[in-house]
Nanobody, 123 residues
Framework: QVQLVESGGGLVQVGGSLRLSCAAS????????MGWYRQAPGKERELVAA???????TYADSAKGRFTISRDNAKNTVYLQMNSLKPEDTAVYYC?????????????????WGQGTQVTVSS
């Protein structure tokens, strides 16, 4: 069983900053990758940033230079530091983990989603 708890969303003005956190708990054997997605009203969910076990990170073009994804392996937590926020960043942000985990006597692999946290950027 794997559970994800997101926090850090809120209302900020253009140019402001937020730091999102996503903490994982449960019978996790290994976290292969962590990512942040967002979904704005009327749009499909899109990848914002991702980080793999080796520490390499990738970003959507819209996030490059403004957002930074990081992880704390000891705490099974992934962060998204968002700077220079724009109105188009307004969305519900979801963390996602690709993990191997224990389920009884089984070792399983799969993706797990957080509950989502609202980020609103206004003028």
């Amino acid at each position: 069983q794997v559970q994800l708890v997101e926090s850090g969303g809120g209302l900020v003005q253009v140019g402001g900053s937020l730091r999102l956190s996503c903490a994982a708990s449960g019978s996790i054997f290994r976290i292969n990758a962590m990512g942040w997605y967002r979904q704005a009203p009327g749009k499909e969910r899109e990848l914002v940033a991702a980080i793999i076990s080796g520490g390499s990170a990738t970003y959507a073009d819209s996030a490059k230079g403004r957002f930074t994804i990081s992880r704390d392996n000891a705490k099974n937590t992934v962060y998204l530091q968002m700077n220079s926020l724009k109105p188009e960043d307004t969305a519900v942000y979801y963390c996602n983990l690709d993990v191997k985990y224990y389920s009884g006597s089984y070792m399983l692999s799969g993706k797990h989603w957080g509950q989502g946290t609202q980020v609103t950027v206004s003028s």
